[in-house]
Protein backbone atom coordinates (compact mmCIF):
# COMPACT_ATOMS: atom_id res chain seq x y z
CA UNK A 1 0.00 0.00 0.00
CA UNK A 2 1.71 3.44 -0.99
CA UNK A 3 2.62 5.48 1.87
CA UNK A 4 3.23 10.03 1.52
CA UNK A 5 4.84 11.31 3.90
CA UNK A 6 5.65 15.06 3.85
CA UNK A 7 8.36 16.94 5.78
CA UNK A 8 7.90 19.33 8.04
CA UNK A 9 4.21 19.32 8.60
CA UNK A 10 4.58 23.23 9.47
CA UNK A 11 6.89 25.74 8.00
CA UNK A 12 7.23 29.63 9.24
CA UNK A 13 9.65 31.66 6.93
CA UNK A 14 9.89 35.67 6.67
CA UNK A 15 8.87 37.00 3.40
CA UNK A 16 11.21 37.11 0.44
CA UNK A 17 12.74 33.26 1.84
CA UNK A 18 13.20 30.47 -0.53
CA UNK A 19 11.85 27.31 0.74
CA UNK A 20 11.79 23.74 0.04
CA UNK A 21 8.98 21.52 1.12
CA UNK A 22 9.25 17.71 0.99
CA UNK A 23 7.51 14.33 -0.09
CA UNK A 24 8.41 11.05 0.01
CA UNK A 25 6.27 7.68 -0.68
CA UNK A 26 7.30 4.32 -0.37
CA UNK A 27 5.71 2.40 -3.66
CA UNK A 28 7.92 3.97 -7.14
CA UNK A 29 5.27 2.28 -9.45
CA UNK A 30 3.75 5.73 -9.66
CA UNK A 31 1.96 6.79 -12.78
CA UNK A 32 2.64 10.89 -11.82
CA UNK A 33 2.85 12.76 -9.16
CA UNK A 34 0.86 16.20 -8.17
CA UNK A 35 1.34 19.24 -5.86
CA UNK A 36 -1.96 21.08 -4.52
CA UNK A 37 -2.26 24.14 -2.30
CA UNK A 38 -5.41 24.32 0.16
CA UNK A 39 -6.37 27.61 1.59
CA UNK A 40 -8.42 27.22 5.15
CA UNK A 41 -11.38 25.34 4.53
CA UNK A 42 -11.27 25.72 1.25
CA UNK A 43 -10.74 22.84 -1.72
CA UNK A 44 -7.48 22.19 -3.34
CA UNK A 45 -5.75 23.86 -6.01
CA UNK A 46 -3.57 22.16 -8.32
CA UNK A 47 -0.34 23.59 -8.43
CA UNK A 48 1.88 21.34 -10.59
CA UNK A 49 1.69 17.95 -12.17
CA UNK A 50 4.33 15.57 -12.77
CA UNK A 51 4.48 12.44 -15.03
CA UNK A 52 6.57 9.85 -14.00
CA UNK A 53 9.20 10.05 -16.87
CA UNK A 54 9.83 13.59 -15.92
CA UNK A 55 12.11 15.25 -13.45
CA UNK A 56 10.83 18.12 -12.57
CA UNK A 57 7.61 20.92 -13.71
CA UNK A 58 8.19 24.85 -13.54
CA UNK A 59 5.29 27.17 -13.01
CA UNK A 60 6.22 30.58 -12.05
CA UNK A 61 8.14 30.55 -8.48
CA UNK A 62 7.34 27.16 -8.24
CA UNK A 63 9.66 24.18 -8.96
CA UNK A 64 8.44 20.40 -8.55
CA UNK A 65 11.23 18.01 -8.73
CA UNK A 66 10.81 14.02 -9.21
CA UNK A 67 12.84 11.22 -8.35
CA UNK A 68 10.72 8.11 -8.65
CA UNK A 69 13.88 5.67 -7.78
CA UNK A 70 14.39 7.15 -4.27
CA UNK A 71 10.62 7.40 -3.73
CA UNK A 72 10.98 11.69 -3.48
CA UNK A 73 9.45 15.11 -4.81
CA UNK A 74 10.20 18.50 -3.85
CA UNK A 75 8.42 21.63 -4.23
CA UNK A 76 10.31 24.57 -4.56
CA UNK A 77 8.66 27.95 -3.96
CA UNK A 78 11.10 31.10 -4.77
CA UNK A 79 10.78 34.54 -3.46
CA UNK A 80 8.26 33.29 -0.90
CA UNK A 81 5.13 35.70 -0.56
CA UNK A 82 2.46 36.45 2.17
CA UNK A 83 -0.11 35.51 -0.06
CA UNK A 84 1.73 31.94 -0.72
CA UNK A 85 0.49 31.08 3.32
CA UNK A 86 -1.09 27.59 2.56
CA UNK A 87 -1.40 23.66 3.60
CA UNK A 88 0.70 22.31 0.45
CA UNK A 89 -0.24 18.10 0.07
CA UNK A 90 1.67 16.32 -2.21
CA UNK A 91 -0.54 13.63 -3.81
CA UNK A 92 0.82 10.59 -5.23
CA UNK A 93 -1.44 8.89 -8.26
CA UNK A 94 -0.86 5.10 -8.45
CA UNK A 95 0.29 3.25 -11.93
CA UNK A 96 -2.38 0.23 -11.26
CA UNK A 97 -5.46 -0.02 -13.39
CA UNK A 98 -7.15 2.12 -11.17
CA UNK A 99 -4.84 5.28 -10.78
CA UNK A 100 -5.67 5.92 -7.40
CA UNK A 101 -4.62 9.08 -6.05
CA UNK A 102 -2.86 9.20 -2.40
CA UNK A 103 -2.00 12.09 -0.39
CA UNK A 104 0.12 12.91 2.46
CA UNK A 105 -0.84 15.34 5.37
CA UNK A 106 0.07 18.24 3.67
CA UNK A 107 2.76 20.99 5.16
CA UNK A 108 1.33 24.23 6.80
CA UNK A 109 3.41 27.47 5.42
CA UNK A 110 2.90 30.58 6.71
CA UNK A 111 4.96 33.46 5.22
CA UNK A 112 5.65 36.29 7.38
CA UNK A 113 5.17 39.81 6.17
CA UNK B 1 -9.74 25.29 -16.66
CA UNK B 2 -11.98 22.35 -15.73
CA UNK B 3 -14.23 23.38 -12.89
CA UNK B 4 -16.05 21.56 -10.15
CA UNK B 5 -18.66 22.75 -8.21
CA UNK B 6 -20.52 21.67 -4.96
CA UNK B 7 -23.19 22.69 -3.42
CA UNK B 8 -23.89 23.36 -0.49
CA UNK B 9 -20.78 24.56 0.97
CA UNK B 10 -21.78 24.71 4.67
CA UNK B 11 -24.69 22.43 6.15
CA UNK B 12 -25.85 22.43 9.99
CA UNK B 13 -27.82 19.41 10.80
CA UNK B 14 -29.38 17.72 13.39
CA UNK B 15 -28.19 14.47 14.41
CA UNK B 16 -30.40 11.64 13.08
CA UNK B 17 -31.32 13.61 9.42
CA UNK B 18 -29.87 13.22 6.06
CA UNK B 19 -27.97 15.63 4.14
CA UNK B 20 -27.41 15.38 0.17
CA UNK B 21 -23.99 17.08 -1.34
CA UNK B 22 -23.65 17.42 -4.56
CA UNK B 23 -20.91 17.55 -6.78
CA UNK B 24 -20.95 19.35 -10.28
CA UNK B 25 -18.61 19.50 -13.43
CA UNK B 26 -19.59 22.23 -15.11
CA UNK B 27 -17.23 22.22 -18.70
CA UNK B 28 -16.83 18.97 -19.02
CA UNK B 29 -17.76 15.21 -18.73
CA UNK B 30 -16.82 13.48 -15.73
CA UNK B 31 -16.84 9.69 -16.40
CA UNK B 32 -15.48 8.92 -12.88
CA UNK B 33 -15.74 11.32 -9.94
CA UNK B 34 -14.50 10.77 -6.51
CA UNK B 35 -15.37 11.59 -2.71
CA UNK B 36 -13.17 12.51 0.28
CA UNK B 37 -13.52 13.43 3.75
CA UNK B 38 -10.83 15.30 5.34
CA UNK B 39 -10.63 15.81 9.37
CA UNK B 40 -9.16 19.18 10.90
CA UNK B 41 -5.00 19.52 9.94
CA UNK B 42 -5.36 15.60 8.32
CA UNK B 43 -4.83 14.83 4.39
CA UNK B 44 -7.89 13.77 2.49
CA UNK B 45 -9.16 10.27 2.80
CA UNK B 46 -10.50 8.55 0.11
CA UNK B 47 -14.21 7.63 0.37
CA UNK B 48 -15.31 6.08 -2.87
CA UNK B 49 -15.09 6.20 -6.96
CA UNK B 50 -17.74 6.01 -9.33
CA UNK B 51 -18.15 5.76 -12.40
CA UNK B 52 -21.11 7.33 -14.46
CA UNK B 53 -24.14 4.55 -14.75
CA UNK B 54 -22.63 2.01 -12.28
CA UNK B 55 -22.74 1.38 -8.90
CA UNK B 56 -19.68 3.35 -6.36
CA UNK B 57 -16.91 1.51 -4.96
CA UNK B 58 -15.81 2.30 -1.48
CA UNK B 59 -13.25 1.93 0.37
CA UNK B 60 -12.43 -0.48 3.45
CA UNK B 61 -13.84 0.94 6.71
CA UNK B 62 -16.53 2.74 4.45
CA UNK B 63 -20.27 1.95 5.22
CA UNK B 64 -21.89 2.23 1.65
CA UNK B 65 -25.61 2.26 3.43
CA UNK B 66 -24.09 5.70 5.02
CA UNK B 67 -23.03 7.03 2.56
CA UNK B 68 -24.84 6.78 -0.52
CA UNK B 69 -23.12 7.77 -4.32
CA UNK B 70 -25.13 8.43 -7.02
CA UNK B 71 -23.42 9.12 -10.20
CA UNK B 72 -26.60 9.61 -12.82
CA UNK B 73 -24.96 11.79 -15.52
CA UNK B 74 -21.43 12.45 -16.66
CA UNK B 75 -21.84 15.84 -14.75
CA UNK B 76 -23.52 15.40 -11.71
CA UNK B 77 -22.45 13.19 -8.30
CA UNK B 78 -24.73 12.93 -5.20
CA UNK B 79 -23.56 12.29 -1.61
CA UNK B 80 -26.32 11.30 0.75
CA UNK B 81 -24.79 10.79 4.66
CA UNK B 82 -27.83 8.94 5.98
CA UNK B 83 -28.66 9.60 9.62
CA UNK B 84 -26.26 11.90 10.49
CA UNK B 85 -24.10 11.79 13.45
CA UNK B 86 -21.76 14.30 15.18
CA UNK B 87 -18.82 11.53 14.16
CA UNK B 88 -19.69 12.04 11.08
CA UNK B 89 -18.67 16.01 10.78
CA UNK B 90 -15.71 16.81 8.15
CA UNK B 91 -14.77 18.54 4.86
CA UNK B 92 -15.80 16.26 2.39
CA UNK B 93 -14.14 17.53 -0.91
CA UNK B 94 -15.60 16.04 -4.42
CA UNK B 95 -13.16 15.33 -7.42
CA UNK B 96 -14.00 14.28 -11.09
CA UNK B 97 -11.47 12.94 -13.59
CA UNK B 98 -12.27 14.23 -17.45
CA UNK B 99 -13.20 10.98 -19.35
CA UNK B 100 -11.32 12.24 -22.53
CA UNK B 101 -7.91 13.16 -20.62
CA UNK B 102 -6.87 9.61 -20.14
CA UNK B 103 -3.50 10.57 -22.07
CA UNK B 104 -3.02 13.57 -19.91
CA UNK B 105 -2.06 11.96 -16.87
CA UNK B 106 -5.64 11.19 -15.16
CA UNK B 107 -5.66 14.38 -14.06
CA UNK B 108 -8.15 14.85 -11.50
CA UNK B 109 -10.14 18.82 -10.09
CA UNK B 110 -11.48 19.32 -6.98
CA UNK B 111 -14.28 21.03 -5.78
CA UNK B 112 -14.14 23.70 -3.25
CA UNK B 113 -15.97 21.56 -0.07
CA UNK B 114 -18.37 21.24 1.53
CA UNK B 115 -17.91 21.45 5.44
CA UNK B 116 -20.73 19.53 7.48
CA UNK B 117 -21.78 20.13 11.24
CA UNK B 118 -23.79 17.50 12.70
CA UNK B 119 -25.39 18.78 16.31
Known amino acids: KQEVTQIPAALSVPEGENLVLNCSFT??????LQWFRQDPGKGLTSLLL?????REQTSGRLNASLDKSSGRSTLYIAASQPGDSATYLC????????????FGSGTQLTVLP | GAVVSQHPSRVICKSGTSVKIECRSL??????MFWYRQFPKQSLMLMAT?????????EQGVEKDKFLINHASLTLSTLTVTSAHPEDSSFYIC???????????????FGPGTRLTVL
Open chain 2, 27 to 32: DFQATT
Open chain 2, 50 to 58: SNEGSKATY
Open chain 1, 27 to 32: DSAIYN
Open chain 1, 50 to 54: IQSSQ
Open chain 2, 95 to 109: SARDGTSGGAGYEQF
Open chain 1, 91 to 102: AVRSSGSARQLT
